[in-house]
Structures are given as structure tokens and as C-alpha cells.
């Protein structure tokens, strides 16, 4: 069993920057980042795939997704924040290969997730 905590969300205003963290124990394989603002669903941000990284569109340049095995942990540095960006942040990882962002269903573990809320 993988257990996922986040953590590093806050209220910022717009243009500012955080760093999301997701500790994870246990092999976490393959990892993401999803969001989900109130009354849409839930989307994908970025994804580590064995060294390979990937993003929505509406992120890239702005977004970067890191790992690291001591701690074991996942990151997302996000920087010029929009307030469109403002949601509940989830970090997810399954032990084998995963497509791509665009199927939550795919990963088996999940975060509880942490708030980000950005203010213009």
C-alpha cells in the first residue's frame, strides 16, 4: 500500500509562485499531478514517467514537476500563478506505466490533496 500526503498549498495573488510537495511511502512508480476546481472536473498537470516529464498545456512554461528518491518525494514548482489556477491539488501514482494525463482512473493511489487558491 503507497500512502500520498500533500502538502504546500496556499493563497497567493497572481504572478506569485509556490512549490507542492507529495510524500510518498512505499514504491510509488509512476506519479502525477491533477487538480480539480469546484463544479469541473478533474484535470491533469504533469506527470513523471521514469525521467519523463509531461504537461497540460494550459501549464507548460510556467509549471515544472520534479522527483526525488531521498526523500521520496514529488514536487511542482509552480511559478506566475493565474487565478484560474486556483483549485484542490492532488498528487497520484501507480505502479505501472501509465499513458498519459488524461485518464485519472489509471492510477491506483491518491492524496487527500492540498488547496491552492490564487487571488487576482
Known amino acids: 500500500q503507497v500512502q500520498l500526503v500533500e502538502s504546500g498549498g496556499d493563497s497567493v495573488q497572481a504572478g506569485g509562485s509556490l512549490r507542492l510537495t507529495c510524500s510518498a511511502s512505499g514504491y510509488a512508480g509512476y506519479m502525477a499531478w491533477f487538480r480539480q476546481a469546484p463544479g469541473r472536473e478533474r484535470e491533469g498537470v504533469a506527470l513523471?514517467?521514469?525521467?519523463?516529464?509531461s504537461y497540460a498545456d494550459f501549464v507548460k512554461g510556467r509549471f515544472t514537476i520534479s522527483k526525488e528518491r531521498a526523500p521520496n518525494a514529488l514536487y511542482l514548482q509552480m511559478f506566475n500563478l493565474k487565478p484560474d489556477d486556483t483549485a484542490m491539488y492532488y498528487c497520484?501514482?501507480?505502479?505501472?506505466?501509465?499513458?498519459?494525463?488524461?485518464?485519472?482512473?489509471?492510477?491506483?493511489?491518491w492524496g487527500r490533496g492540498t488547496q491552492v487558491t490564487v487571488s487576482s
Open positions: 497520484a501514482a501507480n505502479p505501472w506505466p501509465v499513458a498519459g494525463l488524461n485518464n485519472p482512473d489509471a492510477f491506483k493511489y
Open positions: 513523471w514517467s521514469s525521467g519523463t516529464t
